[in-house]
């Protein structure tokens, strides 16, 4: 299988809808649809998935090194990305087959009043 090609670079936040709440607030699974720019999508296959628990910025700098070694591999509160690679499809559209987005919900809290993290439209990947 050749690896996909990115077709646009998107960055944006999107609100993210689960058919049944995730049982873990700050560890989701896959979303079960989502809607950006205010168009929404169904997500109908998930066709990757992964975990980053790298420390960034500031953050990558506060831990003793033993301690920073076992968050990377298990994450620590407020720090992680999980992300997704997702086919999806615009019931406007309907395009054949859907399109390939990759999204990721980012642990870290906003602020204060804000704990939850947010979730993210990274690009659109066109199969070659």
């Given amino acids: 299988m050749e690896p996909l090609k990115p077709l646009r670079f998107i960055g944006a936040p ?7 709440p995730p049982a873990l607030e700050k560890a989701p699974p896959c979303p079960n649809a989502f809607t950006w720019d205010g168009t929404p999508f169904r997500i109908i296959a998930l066709l990757a998935e992964w975990h980053d628990y790298g420390r960034r910025g500031h953050l990558a700098r506060n831990m003793r090194p033993e301690h920073a070694r076992r968050a990377a591999r298990t994450g620590s509160w407020g720090v992680g990305r999980f992300h997704f690679r997702v086919r999806a499809i615009c019931p406007a559209t309907l395009a054949a087959g859907g399109q390939i987005f990759e999204l990721y919900y980012d642990r870290a809290p906003q602020d204060a009043s804000r704990r939850r993290g947010g979730w993210f439209l990274v690009s659109e990947l066109a199969e070659p």
């Fill in 14 to 20: 999107i609100d993210v809808q689960f058919d049944e």
